[in-house]
């Protein structure tokens, strides 16, 4: 095969030369294994074939495994789904990627076993009408499940909330999709914690939001002050609130209009002025002011803002701390020049930052590749502009997070990540495995990695370019 | 010089996991087989030293079925030059000190210079088969031990064993000895694939009691000083959050109080 030829996106570029989807079966048969099975049913319709998937599921041991995994192939999970085991069933009911046919029929035995029954309720393949059939076990877990179902009607989640069960409330309080009777029955029943999530829903009414602003729990008062529909009076009180994070909390409003947050310039809580320093529309004589404030933790925030005026980011570049230095190097608005400078930094943390940046100057980056701390190398070996020479070097260090930064760079080619695919540590392999750009001569030798997972993925990658021919 | 160490392919359970029909253990189909933490550590010393003085020979044994070759193959595939598996089907359901004396009769037979044993296993965490095994070979031993300086032929060692409330303690201890260690002494490299490759194709050497001089008496379940009688998930029990201010939760804390106590 043209082993060294590169795959791309799942497309195979292997010259004149296939995969046949009968030679990889073939290789199979002659050495079983149930994960490389399992990835070749995965790959394509072509691969359903009996002796693949009496091969992928050779003992219960390995049944119930492929039954609980989110990656197993549909046709896998409905053969699981005729097996008679409960404890297969059970899994498969809690699998998201179990199919609807599969979950129709475990609905029809859903009463035989207690476990299935919250499993199913809350599976996203179970239709919304069935539902109500399963709340009615009178399980608190199944009536929790199902409150959080994505599809449950509104006369269901009615009736859930008018039992005033304070799981179930919770659930049906961060729901996205409230309607306002159903806020307003969740809010009658619910405790003051279900009560401050509601103060967070689209649909709360604003006399709820006008009220929480009077409220004796900061929760509240803290959940109202973010809201976007907060009306202005409300708004205006909050920003006087006496707990820093109501404060805080109106500060990081995006529809709070900045000419509103001055006064937090000075605001004596830190957590204030930080969430002030965050905001992306501060005047530069704001930034200025926070800036030249005492506290490393503020001037960090600062640093990292793309609005900070170069100016002022050559000043913070000076600070005597490092976490100052290394925001500077992180914000999109510093300067190749000025990068350059604190890729000399004398701490590792602040040229680690200046490392990760593409737009380093390449003679500053082939500096940084010469550096002997980790760090910086793990930035060096993740930055998309290391020259191709510099990753292959990389990807042979003595740190494994080294490698691993190499092998998750999305500028890696096939005969940089090469190498990786015999990494002693796994995970580097496992990173590899899901690269688009990889040989086929890589594949093969992930295909026989001995980590089940890979080998799942190897498999399934060359059943998608054999039955792509 | 030769180093023994002990391993254990240790049971990862499952979350959502079913007793075997006896009742007395986990149904192994819900089971992850892998060679247990501790001993990861413990061979990872012996393969430094190994790796920072010549002569060194490193070996790894375990007590176990055909399932606990598993272990030993790892152990091979890092870097142990032999292994050695013991078993018979009397040992099912040996307790620690049985396991220890077959170790001890394994090291009677190897007579290594050290044995680096890990401090517990992961799955039973009885902490026991390590110091036992130092019992019935009238060794010194020291357990938890969380650093090693040894240099290989030295008639001691000084280490230093993890304390309660952050605490160490440093010994001298006569060698040979039985030393249990703790996680976090070093890092435990992976096996290369090459490694992994090799390591299928090495031999285990397989024995029975019976081929380390040991009596029927000696390793079955009339020689286990504990018996497992049952293995289950207690009743869970029920929290409360008390809400209110001090005083009405004082007051809550004194009404759970009067009714658990009857009063």
């Known amino acids: 095969m043209g082993a060294d030829r590169a795959l791309e996106s799942g497309k195979a570029v292997m010259g004149g030369e296939t995969v046949e989807p009968q030679t990889l079966i073939g290789r199979l048969l002659a050495r079983p294994d149930a994960y490389a099975a399992a990835g070749l049913l995965a790959a394509h319709p072509d691969f359903a074939d009996h002796r693949l998937l009496r091969m992928a599921l050779p003992d219960r041991a390995t049944g119930l495994v492929f039954a609980g995994m989110r990656f197993s192939p549909a046709c896998l999970l409905e053969e699981l789904g005729g097996w008679q085991d409960s404890a297969v069933q059970r899994r498969l009911a809690g699998n998201p990627a179990t199919p609807a046919p599969v979950i129709a029929r475990l609905l029809d035995n859903s009463s035989a076993d207690p476990d299935v029954g919250p499993r199913l309720a809350a599976h996203v393949r179970t239709p919304t009408d069935a539902l109500p059939g399963l709340v009615a076990d009178g399980r608190l877990a199944t009536r929790v499940a199902a409150a959080g179902h994505p599809g449950a009607g509104h006369g269901l989640l009615l009736e859930l909330a008018g039992r005033g069960e304070m799981p179930v409330l919770r659930v049906l309080s961060a729901r996205a999709d409230l309607s306002t009777a159903l806020l307003a029955r969740i809010w009658e029943r619910g405790d003051r914690h279900v009560q401050a999530e509601l103060l967070r829903a689209a649909t709360c009414p604003r006399q709820l939001l006008a009220a929480a602003a009077h409220a004796p729990h900061a929760l509240w008062r803290r959940r109202a002050a973010g809201h976007p529909a907060l009306p202005e009076p409300v708004r205006w009180r909050l920003l006087r609130d006496s707990d820093a994070r109501v404060r805080a909390a109106v500060a990081e409003a995006p529809t709070t209009p900045v000419e509103l947050l001055h006064r937090f310039q000075a605001d004596p809580a830190q957590r204030v002025r930080i969430a002030l320093a965050r905001r992306q529309d501060l005047p530069p004589s704001w930034l200025d002011s926070l800036a030249r404030q005492p506290g490393a933790w503020l001037q960090r925030w600062v640093a990292r803002n793309p609005c900070c005026p170069r100016q002022m980011l050559e000043r913070l570049a000076q600070s005597a701390a490092a976490e100052v230095r290394r925001a500077v ?11 350059a400078r604190l890729a000399a930094d004398a701490d590792p943390w602040v040229r680690a ?6 737009d380093l100057y390449p003679s500053v980056l082939a500096r940084l590749a010469d550096d002997t701390e980790v760090d ?25 997070d080294v490698r691993r930064a190499v092998a998750q760079n999305p500028a890696a080619s096939a005969a940089v990540l090469a190498p990786l695919a015999t990494d002693p540590y796994p995970l580097n392999r496992f990173v590899v495995s899901q690269r688009d750009a990889l040989s086929l001569a890589t594949l093969e030798a992930l295909a026989g990695d001995p980590e089940p997972r890979i080998r799942f993925i190897a498999w399934k990658r060359l059943g998608a370019l054999a039955a792509s021919h | 010089m030769k180093i023994l160490v002990p391993v254990k392919q240790a049971a990862l359970v499952e979350d959502d996991f079913e007793l075997r ?28 030293l190994k790796e920072s003085h010549d002569g060194i020979e490193v070996v790894a044994v375990t007590v176990g079925d055909d399932d606990a070759e598993d272990a030993l193959r790892t152990c091979l595939a890092k870097g142990a030059d032999r292994a050695i598996r013991v078993w018979d089907d009397e040992l099912g359901d040996a307790d620690p000190v049985v396991i220890a004396r077959v170790l001890a009769a394994v090291a009677q037979r190897e007579t290594p210079d050290l044995v680096l044993a890990g401090t517990q296993s992961s799955d039973l965490g009885f902490s026991a088969t390590g110091v036992a095994m130092a019992t019935f070979m009238g ?8 650093a090693l300086d040894y240099s290989p032929g030295a008639a001691t060692a000084t280490v230093e064993r993890e304390l309660e409330g952050g605490l160490r303690q440093r010994l001298e201890i006569d060698c040979p000895a039985v030393l249990t260690i703790q996680l976090g002494i070093n890092t435990p490299r992976y096996a290369s694939l090459r490694g992994i490759k090799q390591a299928r194709s090495l031999p285990v050497e397989e024995l029975t009691p019976e081929d380390l001089g040991l009596e029927a008496q000696d390793v079955g379940e009339q020689a286990c000083g504990a018996r497992v009688r049952k293995m289950y998930l207690p009743e869970k029990g029920q929290a409360e959050m008390i809400e209110g201010t001090p005083a009405q939760q004082a007051e809550r804390i004194a009404a759970i109080v009067k009714e658990v106590m009857g009063g």
């Open chain 2, 21 to 48: 029909d006896d009742g007395r253990d986990v149904d192994p189909d819900f089971v992850d087989l892998q060679l247990n933490e501790w001993d990861d550590y413990s061979l990872e010393t012996a393969l430094q």
């Open chain 2, 139 to 146: 060794w010194p031993h020291a357990a938890v031990v969380v």
């Open chain 1, 376 to 400: 910086v190398l793990g930035a060096v070996a993740a930055n998309p502009s290391t020259p191709a020479e510099r990753l292959a070097g990389l990807a042979m260090h003595d740190d494994r």
């Open chain 1, 329 to 339: 190097s992180r914000n999109p608005a510093t300067s190749a020049f000025m990068l």
């Open chain 1, 353 to 358: 930052g200046a490392a990760g940046r593409a």
